[in-house]
């Protein structure tokens, strides 16, 4: 007979975030935006990235090495999360037969873990797109939490990053403007470390694939695609893999979606839809973000929702919570009800749902005072 081993409780100690510097604003775009772009989405430009998802990985964990004092050395697993890179059946479908650079998630992962020296520590690569973080947290949680003995002066690292910019269709109307590149690094440890203080207790974490209505999203090839350079002009690229988007679709399906696994999550961490304080969904834009908020409403959600984050750096996918997470710091208070919800795999009639449940504890409270009176006080 085995031996049971309870596992400890984590939490979110720490994020670090990477935004390139690169700003694209609407503008740029010209008349291949919808007239009411900005209305329905909120976003006035998006952050574009001339470095590839390992260098733009290793920037958020410089940074949250900076803002938390993180010692590599102590983290014992990780997850990667690559929205951007190609699928496998998709590198299978075009490859270096059609002209196209192919890195694959794998690949991608092991220079990751290469270049910031975490070559033994317990990995996995996955690429869930818009709700890849709920997804890394149920794989950290439930994969690499029981293969590991968390110390209490160690962590896990979550890593979340997208180049989307890279397989954008500029000319698509329904598509150009909606998706920025971006990277997260977010820090989980025991609910009772000392060397990283937990701020955020992880009470539920959920994701699974759903059959949708229709295929949402694929792959193709396109002939003199426009794209965007640094300096803010054009140019045209020959040939291009670049990806479809029913955007419609999805927008209709997303907000259900994630209202569906919100309550079933809720279900399963027994907890009151009434005694949620924060709803902190996928910021794809300001109205699937408002649709959610109706859908929530539904089945009893209150709290306050967050909502207007993708202004200025557009859909990042499975960076978006983190990132709201981040900018929202201080602020936040009691239970956090953080839902996604995406297209499943190119070419299936799938969806993707998520849900992270998170508790401020009684540190974070402390040291959101703190900050509040310093802030005050200057």
């Known amino acids: 007979m085995g031996i049971y081993r309870s596992l400890p409780r984590i939490g979110i100690s720490a994020i670090g975030i990477y935004e390139p510097p690169w700003v694209l604003g609407n503008d740029w775009f010209g008349d291949t935006l919808p007239p009411k772009f900005l209305k329905h989405t909120g976003i006035e430009s998006r952050r574009v990235s001339t470095e590839d998802e390992v260098a733009m990985a290793v920037g958020a964990v410089e940074n949250l090495q900076r803002d938390s004092g993180l010692r590599l050395a102590d983290c014992v697993g990780a997850v990667f999360v690559a929205s951007s890179l190609m699928p496998d059946s998709i590198a299978k479908r075009y490859g270096a037969?059609?002209?196209?650079?192919?890195?694959?998630?794998?690949?991608?992962?092991?220079?990751?873990?290469?270049?910031?020296?975490?070559?033994?520590?317990?990995?996995?690569?996955?690429?869930?797109?818009?709700?890849?973080?709920?997804?890394?947290?149920?794989?950290?949680?439930?994969?690499?939490?029981?293969?590991?003995?968390?110390?209490?002066?160690?962590?896990?690292l979550v890593i979340t990053v997208n180049r989307t910019s890279k397989i954008i269709d500029y000319a698509c109307r329904q598509t150009a403007?909606?998706?920025?590149?971006?990277?997260?690094?977010?820090?989980?440890?025991?609910?009772?470390?000392?060397?990283?203080?937990?701020?955020?207790?992880?009470?539920q974490a959920t994701a699974e694939t759903c059959a949708a209505d229709g295929v949402f999203f694929d792959f193709h090839l396109r002939d003199n695609v426009p794209v965007p350079t640094n300096e803010g002009g054009r140019d045209t690229a020959a040939r291009r893999l670049v990806f479809s988007l029913n955007g419609l679709a999805i927008g209709d399906a997303a907000p259900r979606a994630m209202a569906a696994i919100a309550e079933k999550a809720l279900s399963a961490a027994h907890i009151s839809p009434k005694d949620v304080s924060?709803?902190?969904?996928?910021?794809?834009?300001?109205?699937?973000?408002?649709l959610t908020a109706m859908q929530l409403d539904g089945i009893g959600v209150g709290g306050e929702l967050v909502n207007g984050l993708a202004r200025d750096v557009g859909n990042i996918s499975s960076s978006s919570v983190p990132y709201a997470i981040k900018r929202h710091w201080d602020r936040l208070d009691g239970i956090?009800?953080?839902?996604?919800?995406?297209?499943?795999?190119?070419?299936?009639?799938?969806?993707?749902?998520?849900?992270?449940?998170?508790?401020?504890?009684?540190?974070?409270?402390?040291?959101?005072?703190?900050?509040?009176?310093l802030r005050c006080a200057s």
């Open 336 to 373: 956090l009800l953080c839902p996604t919800a995406g297209v499943g795999n190119p070419g299936e009639a799938t969806v993707t749902r998520g849900c992270v449940i998170l508790k401020t504890t009684r540190l974070h409270g402390m040291a959101a005072a703190v900050s509040a009176r």
């Open 177 to 203: 403007g909606l998706f920025g590149d971006f990277a997260q690094a977010t820090l989980l440890a025991r609910s009772d470390s000392q060397r990283y203080p937990v701020h955020f207790e992880v009470l």
């Open 278 to 290: 924060f709803v902190i969904p996928h910021q794809a834009g300001s109205g699937i973000v408002r």
């Open 97 to 156: 037969s059609d002209g196209m650079p192919v890195e694959r998630l794998g690949g991608a992962a092991r220079r990751f873990l290469r270049r910031v020296g975490l070559t033994s520590t317990c990995t996995a690569a996955i690429n869930w797109g818009c709700s890849g973080f709920p997804k890394a947290v149920t794989v950290a949680r439930r994969r690499i939490l029981p293969a590991v003995e968390l110390g209490k002066n160690q962590c896990i």
